[in-house]
């Protein structure tokens, strides 16, 4: 299989298993259409290392689920084809991760 196959049938994967989720329950609307978004810059390359960065540091400690939902609602409101508007989200979450003395890059 080639290379470009291989891509395209992780990119298809992922969107189902997002979709999935979002028909079950899982996810909300809003969850899904930032998801898909995601999935969509991560794979097109359009997305600043900085912010998928941040989320990789938000994940990799255990944070009280206030914080959690306070990172989750900032990337929601992330317009992700608005570089201002990533940096702000990076700005803002690296912030509060570094108020709960997680170290950040």
Same mark, same amino acid.
């Given at each position: 299989?080639?290379?470009? $196959?291989?891509?395209?049938? $992780?990119?298809?994967?992922? =969107? ?6 979002? /028909?079950?329950? @899982? +996810? &909300?609307?809003?969850?899904? =259409?930032? +998801?898909?978004?995601? +999935?969509?810059? /991560?794979?097109?390359?359009? *997305? ?5 960065? /941040? $989320? ?10 206030? /914080? ?16 201002? &508007? ?7 979450? @690296?912030? *509060?991760? !570094?108020?709960?003395?997680? !170290?950040?890059?």
């Amino acid at each position: 299989m080639n290379e470009e $196959i291989r891509i395209r049938k $992780i990119y298809d994967e992922t =969107a189902s298993v997002i979709l999935h989720n979002a /028909v079950n329950n @899982r +996810l &909300s609307s809003e969850e899904m =259409a930032f +998801l898909l978004s995601l +999935l969509d810059k /991560v794979f097109n390359c359009t *997305l600043p290392e900085a912010f998928l960065s /941040v $989320i990789k540091d938000s994940q990799n400690y255990d944070l009280n689920e206030e /914080v959690k939902d306070i990172i989750k609602a900032n990337m929601l409101a992330t317009d992700l084809n608005n570089d201002q &508007s990533i940096k702000s989200s990076v700005t803002a979450i @690296r912030d *509060l991760l !570094s108020a709960q003395g997680v !170290s950040t890059q």
